[in-house]
Each structure stands twice: as structure tokens, then as C-alpha cells.
């Protein structure tokens, strides 16, 4: 397996324990198993299957589900290090045998931790003999995969302490935090890539020969960074309101209770509550929750906005055919799935699948948006060093759809 | 022999003048109005233990109406007055699992209280019990197995509605009041209760539903006969 498709396999699992995350959300099962990191006192890779039941499923499941996805970040972090890592996995997996015996000769009774540590230990150390004899990354590249494997570390430390400690709070970073892990991850896997060095090469190469490389000016690279910028906030808001385990804050869409703006007077408020029957979200709703909703559905609308124009701009700069366009369009066609599912969510009553599906599309939008702004980005650089290198008179700056797509470095 | 029942005679007699002057209220609330349909618990069917534990499918119990419109689970408690808690020596209450519901919905105990936490279920809970940050009280989230003995949990703060839940069973939803004197009662399920032991005096008195809000009243409570004070709260 190439190191390109093990980040890609790692981003794919990263998405679908952003899926279980949103499960265990949806079905407010977040607390139902108290301790951590151990499951019900077994140790989580022990927990008999037998008592998976209820919201137990959920949140054990994902728990499981971010081991893998932090054996595979610390798998992606160590291949960037090429045959560089080999020394540091042997040493690494003979400590960590160590630890294991000394684990069991402390507490025999607590063997499957034990265990796991000398498992986990033979495995670093035998993988180092089989471990890929390939160069390391550059240098940015390989701080990427430590910046990703300290954030899955912390990622899954704050999941353990939103737990541990009761702190709703946390689960607000938790879930804001595994939206840009997953970004980052994607950005690894594109770095990676086979297509980002050659493409890379013949933007180069095309720059210091003369033609100019795409013609991407810092206006739409501006607009695409404004709209990534915009969806963040808009899941970090979309994470405190699915953290406040109150359901719907407002009933129906495209109305809020019936109007075009709620009121959320203390009257207007004890009654939307009287009204309100949920089986699981039953706190009361607050004026603040009706004002945060109502400020996620307006920044939808201003992310649409914005999304559109800088689908529209690209394509007008670059031309329909070129892949920047191509890809700009998907995700105009993501944020249009992605604002459908927030209106089923609501239609549906916050059902858990579509919920979960929201927070997907989430993730992927802004995944998508992280992956158009490098991609922009380096265009826009090499345009700007083909502008300095003087060559700008021998092509015009606006150069003909055919000519533009002949030249571009991402066809 | 002869001292002991010296002894026994005192208690009587300190107790007697304890309750001395004492009077009670009593009262009921009532709701006006129809309230909205009540949801079927149908996530609680759909589950392959708890299912079985019904035979009929059971629906939420937002609005406990009774008899003559009485209005069940509301909360009812003397106003302004602090720092008289007999928690500690009161009878424990109980709160049960049962055919994955609490029972009962809604609790009030005094601080200090003990609350024994039942679980006659088949089936494992965990008892998530989220009082708000500011109150002081302290957080649980306890995993009960089928079969264990109660576990107990107390509160050291007034709050009230403290949602208590169940992580396994989302759908298992409890509230619990807690103050620090022991003048308040929960209504029945035909909405009557009553307070006992109360000083003659004028008092402010609330009743607090979760879904029908509140009333507030004052009363004028005397020695000898009981002093009656009904409440009407509104459906939405």
C-alpha cells in the first residue's frame, strides 16, 4: 500500500467515527458508559459483546472506532518518517513490552491491560522490521502528521474527560475538534498524493518556462478561504447546539414558530416549553438556543452565499473545464445537500440518522473547502512568482478558455 | 428499667412539644385547560429487553391529570425559608428502574436526604444525574447492574428539577427538587397534597410543574385546624 491511500483509508475512518460520534450525540448517549478509559471497569477491548445494548452500543462502538482511527494517525505519523521511524518503533515497542510485564507483575488481575500493552508493543517493534525502506517526507509534512497524531491524542482525551469530569462544555471542543482533525487528515492525504507532486511539477515547470499557470487571482482564492472560514464557525456553532441536549430549539423550518423571527420574551419561551412533549432531549429551550439556531440557519444561508460565489468566480477566472471550477462545483452541489439535510433534520424531528448525516456533510464541506483553499493557494503563488519572474507580458493575464485550459497545471 | 423508661417518656414528650402549635396545609392543583397529547415511548418498545417489560405501549407522563382535573407531579413548597433541613435523619427516598421508566418521575427530598436508586430491571442503567454548574450540588453518572443493591446519592444544595437520566435508555428521563427544610409535598396523581408540621405564621407558597409553570400564593397558616390552599395552573 502506497502512503497516499493509507492517508486517504485514514481520512475514510476519520469520517466515519465523525458519523459515530454524531450517533452517540444523536441518541444522547454520551454518558452511558461512565468510566474511561476503561468501559464499565474491563478494559474497552475486553467489554463483553453481551452488554453492548441500549446507548451502550453507541458510545462503546465510537470509542473502539477512535482506537483504530489513532493506530492509524500514529501508522500515517511514523510513515512520514520513512525508514527514519524504524529505530524509534523498535525501541518504542520494546518499552512498551516492558510496561506490559511490569503491568501484570504489579496487578495480575488487571492482565488485559497488560496485554494490550505488550501486544501493542510486539506489533511497533516486529512492524519495524517489515517497515517501509522509504525516504521520509519533507519536513512540513511530516510536522503535519505529529501536529495530527497530538490531535488525536487530545481529541480522544477530551472525549475521556467530557465523561470523567461531566463537562458538557467539553463536548463542544470534542466535536469542534474532530471537524478540523479530519480537515487535516484530508490535507496529509492530498500532500501525499502522487497528483500533488506531479501537478506541482508542472505548475513549475510551466511557470519558470513562460506560460502562466492557471490565472487564479487572491480575489477567489479570497472568496473560497471566506466561505472555509465561514463553515468552521458554523460547525462549532452546529456543535454547541447539538451539546445543549435540548432537541429542536425550533420546530419547523423554513418558519421559527411560525414566523419569520421567533419571540423569545420569557411568555414566548415558557410556552414553546409547554408545548415542547421529546422523549429524549427534555431540557427545557432557552432564548439563547432559539437565537443560536436561528443564527446556524442565517449563517447556512450566508455559506450557500458565499460558496456560490466562489464556485462562480473560479469558473469565470479559470473556465468551466478546468478541475478547480469541477471541484468548486461539488462543493456548492456538498453545502445544497448539506443545507437540505439541516432542513430534514429539523422536518424529521432531529431523527438520529439524518442528524448524524448533517454532521457528515459537515465534515465534508468543510474537508472539501480546506482542500480548495491549498489547492488555490498554491496556485495563486505560482501565478504571483510567474507575475515577479517577468513574465507576464509574453502571455495575456486573461488568456482564452482554450488556452487557459491548455496551461492549466490541474488538468 | 425504670430509667430507661424515663428516657423514653422525655423523647415523647420533647417530641410532643416539637410538634406543638404545629398545623398543616393542605390543598390541591388543578389544570385548566386540555393538555397536549401525551408521545408513545416508541424507542423503549423497540427495544429488544425493555420491550418485553410492557405489555402496552407506554406513553410519557408530562401532564398526570386525575380526578376533577387534579394535576399530578407538581411540586409544592414553602417559600423564603432556608437552613431547616432534616435530611439527614429523614426516611430515605426511593427511586426505581422499572420496565426501564423511573418511577417516580418526579422526586423531592431535603438536602442531605439519602435518595436509594433501585434498579428492578433485567437489564443494566447508568443513573446520569446533571444538576446545573451553578448550584453547587455534585454531579453522579453511576452504572448500575440488574440485581445490585441500591445505590444512594444525596444532594447538599436546594435545586430544583434536577434531570436525572439514563445514557442506555435515552427515553428514561426522572426530575428531583431538593430544599433545605422539609415544607413541601409532590401532588398525587389527583393532584392533592399536603404539608405537615408547619409553624402558625404567614408563608408564601409556590406550586411548580414541569410543563405548566407555576403559582404563587400567601397563606395565613394557624394553630388546630388545617389551612386549605388550592392552585389552578394552565395548559398550554
Known sequence: MRLSRFALLTAIATLGLIGMGGLVTSHGAGMSVPDWP??????????????????????????????????????????????????????????????????LAADPKGWSNALVLGLTGAAL?????????????PKWLRRLGLIAFFAVVTQGILGGLRVTEKMQQLGIFHATLAQLFFALVCSIALFASPWWESSGARLRGMSSAGPAPSDLRRREFGFVLGATVLILCQLALGATMRQQHAGLAIPDFPLAYGRFWPATDPAS???????????????PITAAQILMQMAHRFMALLILIAVGVSAFSVRRRLGAGHSLSKLTLVWLGLIFVQ???????????????????HVVGGALSLALGTILCIISYRNLTLVQSWVRAGTRDAVPIHPPMGARAATSGLH | MMKCSTFLGMIAVAAALQTAGAAEIIGAVTLSGTPPPE??????????????????????????VGANSGLGDVVVSLQGISGQSTGASAKPAELDQKGCLYHPQILAVQTGQKILVKNSDPVIHNIDIQPSASSGNQPFNLAQMPGTPPLTVSFSKPEMFIKV????????????????????????????????????????????????????????????????????????
Not at chain 1, 443545507?339 to 448524524?356: E, H, M, Q, R
Not at chain 2, 416508541?42 to 407506554?58: I, Q, R, S, V
Not at chain 2, 431538593?178 to 405537615?196: C, L
Request: glycine share 8%; aromatic share 14%.
Open chain 1, 125 to 137: 517493534s516486529g512492524a519495524s522490521f517489515f517497515w517501509p525502506r522509504c525516504e521520509a517526507s
Open chain 1, 339 to 357: 443545507a437540505f439535510l439541516g432542513a430534514a433534520t429539523i422536518w424529521s424531528n432531529k431523527a438520529a440518522d439524518i442528524a448524524t448525516a
Open chain 2, 39 to 64: 408521545v408513545k415511548y416508541t424507542p423503549l418498545m423497540a427495544d429488544p429487553t425493555c420491550g418485553k417489560l410492557h405489555k402496552t405501549m407506554p406513553t410519557t407522563h408530562f401532564y398526570v
Open chain 1, 38 to 103: 476503561n468501559t464499565y471497569g474491563y478494559n474497552m477491548f475486553f467489554f463483553p459483546i453481551s452488554k453492548w445494548v441500549g446507548g451502550i452500543f453507541y458510545e462503546h462502538t465510537h470509542r473502539l472506532v477512535a482506537s483504530g482511527v489513532g493506530m492509524l494517525t500514529s501508522v500515517l505519523a511514523l510513515w512520514l518518517y520513512g525508514k527514519k521511524s524504524r529505530p524509534f518503533m523498535r525501541w518504542m515497542g520494546v518499552a512498551l513490552l516492558c510496561l506490559g510485564g511490569a503491568a
Open chain 1, 269 to 283: 419561551v415558557a410556552s414553546y416549553n409547554q408545548h415542547r412533549m421529546e422523549i429524549f432531549a427534555v431540557n
Open chain 2, 165 to 236: 437520566k439514563c445514557d442506555v435508555h435515552p427515553w428514561m428521563f426522572a426530575w428531583i427538587s431538593v430544599f433545605d427544610h422539609p415544607y413541601f409535598a409532590v401532588t398525587d396523581k389527583d393532584g392533592h397534597f399536603k404539608i405537615e408540621n408547619v409553624k402558625p405564621g404567614t408563608y408564601t407558597i409556590e406550586a411548580i410543574h414541569r410543563k405548566a409553570g407555576k403559582e404563587t400564593k400567601t397563606i395565613q397558616v394557624k394553630e388546630g385546624a388545617p389551612t386549605e390552599v388550592n392552585f389552578v395552573l394552565k395548559a398550554p
